[in-house]
């Protein structure tokens, strides 16, 4: 399978994001909680998709249904640009009602047919046995096609990556830099 730098570095994000969903300070399983709080702020939520994809992707976790991985396959070899609308992606992934539900706010967003395509993407990988981070670095870094690795970040991507940053200062977070 061959993944693009976009969706490498996404997946990364998103397995850092539902990492710190996982537990507590006291190591607790609290993932479940914290997934059911996200999806109840969806409304806050989706006003992040373009910055910060991947904390709002997590609200999808386990949302998806993926009929045809090939298809799937190719979602996640494509950069931002590239991406398959969500309507073409109707035939291969299905929505459990509680997603369907989520899905329907997020679509009211000017790129919300871009984002669920690209959340549908990201939790076939997180949800794809070998798929890791590491293991998604290892496919960048052997794509045959000269897709590149992480030192040659798309500007636009890079640019979308420091404008999330600063959304995020000014939300009071600290920076990851």
Partial sequence: MSISPFFHNLASAY??????????????DVLRQRLTDKRQEIGFLRQMIEVSPEMVAVVFHQGFEFKRPGLMEQVVSQGSDEL???GGLADAVGLRPWAQTLATEVLKEPRGAWFMSLAAGLEYLYSK?????SSA?????????????????????????????????EQGFDRKD
């Avoid at 046995?129 to 981070?133: A, E, K, L, Q, V």
């Avoid at 798309?154 to 959304?167: H, K, M, N, R, T």
């Fill in 129 to 133: 046995p070998g798929s890791s981070p």
């Fill in 84 to 86: 398959l609308a969500w």
């Fill in 15 to 28: 397995q850092a994001e539902m990492d710190d969903l996982s537990s507590d300070s006291e190591g607790k």
């Fill in 137 to 169: 670095q290892d496919e960048v870094e052997r794509d045959p096609h000269g897709q590149g690795s992480d030192d040659d970040q798309d500007p636009q991507e890079q640019s979308l990556d420091e404008a999330g940053a600063d959304w995020l200062a």
